[in-house]
């Protein structure tokens, strides 16, 4: 409901901006050499562009305000306790899985939450991310984190 709200009155803002290119472009002389084009045509034409866009953001910010609520709402609260879940279970077995294998699932469930259906990218970008921030640690800065489990190894 925020965004819609913050939509209206963006739009707005950028209508009045739009005008104000409208206005002052009639101020900016025409070409001298005789053509219809001149420098005062791109500032015309970006200012109503600005305003058609603004008109369609402000008409778009009332259309299924309450249905996107609802929906949205729950959506919110189940992507967060997906992703407290996850983070409780990451923070307690970082120890036993080690680094790599607890970061890649913690990553790679935290983004299914937030996008569905991307299992190979989401997998890829997880795992490519725990092992350059192992590397980058452990091996460049010589720093310490738990490496594979013992079990694993």
């Known amino acids: 409901m925020q965004t ?26 025409e070409s001298a050499y005789g053509s219809e084009v ?10 109503l562009i600005l305003i058609l866009l603004s008109v369609k953001l402000f008409l778009e910010s009332f259309k299924n305000i ?14 967060f306790i997906i992703i407290l879940t996850a983070s409780l279970l990451y923070a307690g077995f970082i120890e036993t899985l080690g680094y790599i294998l607890s970061t890649f699932l913690f990553l790679y469930v935290s983004f299914q939450a937030m996008e569905r259906g991307s299992w190979i990218k989401n997998g890829i ?10 590397y980058l640690f452990v091996v460049v800065l010589e720093g310490s984190l738990p490496g594979m489990p013992i079990w694993f190894s």
């Open 38 to 47: 001149g420098p005062n045509v791109f500032p015309f034409l970006l200012g």
């Open 125 to 134: 970008i997880a795992l490519a991310f725990s092992f350059f921030v192992y």
């Open 4 to 29: 819609r709200k913050f939509d209206r009155y963006a739009s707005i803002l950028f209508a009045l901006l739009g005008a104000a290119f409208l206005i002052e472009s009639r101020n900016i002389s």
């Open 66 to 79: 309450q249905k996107e609520k609802k929906n949205k709402e729950s959506l919110q609260i189940k992507r």
